[in-house]
Every structure is written in C-alpha cells, then in structure tokens.
C-alpha cells in the first residue's frame, strides 16, 4: 500500500510546483532579484518546504497557510504580499491537498494543466511588473532545464535587477495588485 501513498505525495508536489509557479506575486519576485542572487532556488526551494507543511500539519486553516507563505516570501524575498493573492494561493493548496488526500487524482491532474497554461501570462506580467525593466540581458543560457526547472523559470536568462526598487516602508518591496 506504499505505492498509492507515495503517488499521492508526489501529485501534491506536482499540484505545489504548478500553484507557485503561476503566483504572479512569486514570479515577480523571483524575476526581479528580491531573493538575491539564488532567488530561482529559493523558489524551487518553496516547493518543498509547503509540500512539506502540509504534510506535517492536520487540519490546517487557510490563515495559518496564508500566514506561512507571507513568513517565506518574508524572509525569502524581502516581500510582503498585499494585493490579496495570498488567499488565493492558500486555498488553491488546501484544495489540491485534500483532492489528494481524497484520492481525486485526475481532478488534480486537470487543474495542473490548466495552471501550466496559464504559465506564459504570468511569465509576461512578471516580466512588465516593474518600470524600466528590459527583457534582454547579455548572460548566456545555463545549458537544458529540466520541466520542473522550467516551471518555476519565467525567462532564462534573467534579467538585471532593478537597481532603484520602489521605495517603501523600512526598506521593504511591496507587491500590489495592478490597478486597471
């Protein structure tokens, strides 16, 4: 009976993988530098360690997961999220955990899929997210990237850093949801 267990598992990590890698909020961090020079293995890195809360916590309540994605991108990335996506991000994990939990595999499965589409326009906003960012850079391409690599790397190669962040309160950056 390991084999059920273990599949459940590693759909979990595929369906984590998918949500934070379609988290606008994530994307735009990552892109523009604010974990650092490592900021794309700090993001790899989430994967894990949310696959890894839910799996040591029962009966989490979505203020719980929402606080614990705020303490990472915290003190990941300097970034405090307030354009209410956090949320969003919580419920999406708790759904997919528990459709896992529930053995609704291929429920799980279709909703991968549709966030893998979405992936490219969450690319794009990452990428336009700050002003005076260009999309070229002159680093060359590391070699073959794995799906896994892929789906948490909006654009390779990366883009310089913005040398003059928006300025905010105690030298935080503060993502916000885009006005219309």
């Known amino acids: 009976m390991a084999a059920p267990r273990e599949e459940t598992r590693g759909l979990f990590s595929r369906s984590v993988r998918a949500v934070l890698s379609s988290w606008a909020a994530l ?4 892109e523009h530098g604010f974990g650092g020079a490592h900021g ?31 303490e990472l991108l915290n003190n990941e990335f300097d ?10 991000v919580s419920q999406q994990l708790q759904r997919f955990f528990a459709q896992c939990q529930r053995g609704e595999g291929a429920a799980v499965t279709d909703a991968i899929a549709q966030l893998a589409r979405r992936q490219p326009e ?11 960012e260009g999309s070229s850079s002159s680093e060359e391409e590391e070699g ?3 799906k896994e690599e892929q789906a948490m790397d909006c654009s390779s190669p990366t883009p310089a850093p913005d040398p003059d962040p928006p300025p905010a ?7 916000r949801k885009k006005k219309k």
Request: glycine share 8%; hydrophobic share 45%; net charge negative.
């Open 79 to 88: 970034t405090l999220i307030e354009d209410g996506s956090l949320a969003e």
């Open 122 to 132: 969450v690319c794009r906003a990452a990428g336009q997210a700050l002003p005076g």
């Open 144 to 146: 073959e990237k794995t």
């Open 27 to 30: 994307q735009i961090a990552v």
């Open 40 to 70: 794309r293995e700090k993001a790899e890195w989430m994967v894990g360690a949310v696959e890894q809360y839910f799996h040591s916590n029962a009966a989490l309540e979505p203020e719980e997961v929402e606080d614990f994605l705020a």
């Open 169 to 175: 309160e105690d030298g935080w950056t503060v993502v």
